[in-house]
């Protein structure tokens, strides 16, 4: 393992530095702390993490004072067993001269690949002179108790497939400040392909067989990389069962009895508290997430039925049936997404009468906005219930403003409780924060 080790270090310095797209994340690193960054698979972590190595380069970090390991590699596979503490002895084995006297920058990709690797992060930012970066797909390297054990050694960020304004830097259109005609007719017809193709770097710009194919394989890996196998789940084709119905009913209500339920139908013996907790995994891989009502009651929040989302609305139409995802629901997850970026809690609003609202964005325990979401108003009826439901939801908070997100709709209604922004989506998007950080 010790010479696999020193050959994986010494390829990692030679090889070339793969960046892609620079992401719209502004990443910290705090003298004294680990970086952490976590995202679904797939969403370009590794890759962010070269991009923070080529700027180390052109700051004039030596490429030797760099130590870069993918954990996933399968030559890695004895380390669950041997240890982290080979991968230092390795590294100061090829240059004991840096020890104790040069700054070393180590970038460990997939980190949760290898149990235990907590005390380890913590002992080396404690005992060596060496600053920190980590990737991981899992949401559990937010936790507390992760925390604890890394003795506040640690900070974690939050990285998601592409945003709108990402998809465009990649496309190379600049939507900054006043749009001309011509500017905001291509930037329109970006969003109609981001709305198809979705955010996950490696998907844009295929076609759709390639890309179906792509986000299946990226669904299966997630099940059985990240559930099945990091959980020991003995029954797996209950998790897919569930996985791909919760996908058939994005944006849809669901109660934890009604998948119990479900999964029951079908022959399985999932418990509730089994199915609790695979909705725990699911949003733990970050691809799944439940939105619970806006309420001051815990009780209630838990006891009132969840709506659910997915990482990447494109991924859904690769994913699912399609019998029961329509581009209704596509658009709210499309700004479920947009929303999630920025705010880590999101809710939905039920007002005293039983009318929704799709999004609550809070600030410490409040409402701080209100977000509908229709693909059109043009409909008399459709149009009534979107914004009677927003101004009863504004009246009962006390909000004086309402957003109503539509596919290309612009349009300010007054009413007796406030004003309501109708907005196209692609506007929406572009006014959007690409990380909490940004608020």
Not at 8 to 13: A, G, N
Not at 396 to 415: F, M, P, Q, S, Y
Request: hydrophobic residues 40%; proline residues 4%; aromatic residues 8%.
């Amino acid at each position: 393992m010790h010479e696999t080790l020193k050959a994986l270090i010494l390829d990692s310095q030679e090889a070339p530095l793969e960046t892609g797209v620079p992401r719209r994340l502004k990443v910290r690193a705090v003298p004294g702390k680990a970086t952490v960054l976590i995202g679904v698979r797939r969403c370009g972590k590794s890759t962010y993490a070269l991009q923070q190595v080529e700027r180390l380069l052109e700051e004039g970090v030596p490429r030797e004072n760099v130590l870069f390991l993918n954990l996933f590699d399968d030559r890695l596979a004895g380390l669950a067993h041997e240890g982290l503490g080979l991968v230092t002895e390795a590294y100061f084995s090829l240059y004991p001269e840096k020890k104790g006297k040069e700054t070393v920058h180590c970038f460990f990709d997939e980190i949760q690949a290898v149990p235990g690797w907590e005390p380890f992060v913590d002992r080396l930012m404690r005992t060596e002179k060496c600053r920190v970066t980590l990737t991981g797909s899992s949401a559990r390297m937010l936790s507390k108790e992760i925390a604890t054990q890394m003795r506040g050694r640690a900070l974690s960020w939050e990285l998601f497939p592409f945003s709108f304004r990402e998809f465009l830097d990649a496309k190379g259109l600049d939507a900054s400040g006043p749009l001309s005609t011509r500017r905001r007719l291509l930037v329109q017809k970006a969003f109609e392909e981001y709305q198809e193709t979705g955010g996950f770097p490696e998907v844009v710009g295929l076609d759709k067989g390639l890309r179906v194919k792509t986000h299946q394989e990226y669904f299966h890996a997630i099940l059985y990389r990240d559930l099945v196998e990091r959980h020991d789940i003995a029954h797996p084709k209950a998790v897919s069962d569930l996985a791909r119905w919760l996908v058939d009913h994005t944006g849809s209500l669901y109660t934890g009895n009604s998948l119990t339920g479900y999964l029951k139908s079908l022959g399985h013996s999932a418990p509730k508290a089994a199915v609790s907790s695979f909705l725990e995994w699911f949003e733990d891989a970050y691809f799944l997430y439940s939105v619970s009502v806006f309420d001051a009651s815990l009780a209630r929040r838990n006891t009132n039925p969840k709506k659910v989302y997915c990482v990447d609305h494109s991924l859904v139409k690769s994913v699912s049936s399609g019998i029961l995802v329509n581009s209704g629901h596509l658009l709210e997850n499309l700004v479920f997404t947009a929303l999630r970026r920025a705010h880590p809690e999101l809710y939905y609003y039920k007002t005293k009468t039983g009318r929704e609202v799709d999004f609550v964005v809070p600030a410490r325990g409040r409402p701080r906005a209100l977000v509908q979401v229709c693909e059109s108003l043009v409909d008399p009826g459709t149009r009534k219930r979107e914004t009677s439901a927003l101004e009863a939801a504004m009246a009962e908070t006390g909000l004086r403003a309402g957003t109503i997100v539509t596919k290309n709709e612009t349009e300010r209604i007054e009413t007796d409780d406030g004003a309501i922004e109708v907005v196209p989506a692609w506007r929406f998007l572009l006014d959007q924060p690409d990380s909490a950080e940004e608020e």
